[in-house]
């Protein structure tokens, strides 16, 4: 289906931050995308306006009961001047089965597609060109009925908003950081019948508390385990895990508890074309710590929108780090990223028919 929005530019654009300081997530362009949602009219009125504070009563019933969800993406400027998104459809599905579990109001993905496209169209000053970096894309929805009382609101916005960023860990000297993981065996993040695979605020402010206390050990992020028997590896903070043991790459599996990344499946689909022996199946944190001590793991990653590719470096189970690999980026880690990446922002042909051209 085709969709068509008003348009009202700024009158008042902001000047474009420094390419080289881009930090992940703090400066935001100059428009964005709004959209109502009513039980009388749908989703309706979807519009590109100037980008600004948003009107809010304090009993939108979001503030009380978190009744939300985003989304993640990016567009990409190729150097021989096109415009990119990566897989935009399978975001929009995501949107689907996200809201089917929060009570939200389905989407048409053409439409999701649209109001994306239609802002990113107006933006595309604000995609910058230096190597490492895209234009962040934030869709979210959330419940603005004013009422206080845990039933689904019927009353809906649904905004997107856009940020130029640089890579989501902070690397001095630029090109990947390899990081250093918390396996977290005191808090869970998702258990099975909750939200875990759907992506909502609330799995983010639950994980905080972990998170910080990663920092405190010196570590980015968090490794989860399974909330039963705080034994199998479930994600990162923000991205899916891989470990390379032997000649296998074994991610977790899609059970409920794991959010279905959209660069965690183009990671398998690439690893699957390139004859790699992958597994989707439960990994104990024994098994890893044994095979680091025998000698064969080989490699640590994890995978996601904004941290794209990242190698890990050390893992800390139990207050003792674990150097995986020579605690630098893994061949394969590199290879995905170049590859990925490369498709993304148009420098390695798409054979796998990924990004879409706006
Ligand atoms: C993404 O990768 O798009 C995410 O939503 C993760 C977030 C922590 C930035």
Redesign the pocket.
């Known amino acids: 289906m085709n969709y068509s929005f008003n348009i009202q530019l700024t009158k008042s654009p902001k000047p474009k931050p420094n390419p080289d300081t881009l930090k992940f997530g703090r400066a935001f362009t100059d428009h964005m995308f709004v959209m109502e949602y009513t039980e009388e009219k749908g989703w309706h009125d979807g519009c590109v306006v100037p980008y600004g504070p948003i009107e809010l009563e304090p009993s939108s019933s979001v503030l009380h009961y978190a009744q939300q969800m985003f989304e993640?993406m990016k567009a990409y400027r190729t150097s021989d001047g096109r415009f990119l998104l990566f897989r935009p459809y399978k975001n929009a599905q995501r949107v689907n089965l996200t809201n089917e579990r929060m009570c939200i109001p389905e989407m048409d993905e053409d439409l999701f597609v649209a109001s994306v496209k239609a802002l990113v169209e107006v933006e595309k000053d604000w995609i910058p060109a230096k190597p490492g970096t895209s234009l962040y894309i934030r869709p979210f929805i959330f419940a603005n009925e004013t009422f206080i009382g845990v039933t689904p609101a019927t009353r809906f916005k649904y905004i997107v908003i856009c940020s130029p960023v640089g890579p989501?860990y902070d690397t001095p000297g630029g090109g990947l950081l390899a990081a250093s993981i918390y396996v977290e065996e005191e808090y869970v993040r998702a258990a099975q019948g909750g939200t875990g695979f759907a992506k909502v605020g609330g799995n983010?402010a639950g994980a905080m508390k972990a998170q910080t206390k990663a920092k405190e050990h010196g570590c980015e992020q968090v490794l989860w385990l399974d909330a039963a028997e705080h034994s199998y590896v479930e994600e990162i903070g923000?991205?899916n895990a891989f470990f390379v043991i032997g000649d296998e790459v074994i991610t977790a599996p899609l059970l409920g508890t794991i959010l279905p990344g959209v660069t965690r499946a183009s990671v398998i689909e690439l690893l699957q074309k390139w004859n790699f022996k992958v597994s989707e199946r439960r990994l104990r944190i024994e098994e890893v710590v044994k095979a680091s001590e025998d000698g064969t793991l080989k490699e640590i990653f994890s995978t996601?929108?904004?941290?794209v590719i990242s190698p890990v470096a050390k893992l800390m189970v139990k207050n003792n780090f674990i150097t995986i690999g020579d605690g630098g980026v893994g061949a394969l880690s590199q290879r995905l990223y170049d590859t990925l990446y490369g498709i993304q922002t148009g420098a390695v042909k798409d054979d796998m028919g990924w990004t879409i051209e706006f």
């Not at 996601?304 to 941290?307: Q, R």
Request: glycine share 22%.
């Open positions: 993640g989501y983010y923000t991205s996601g929108t904004a941290a």
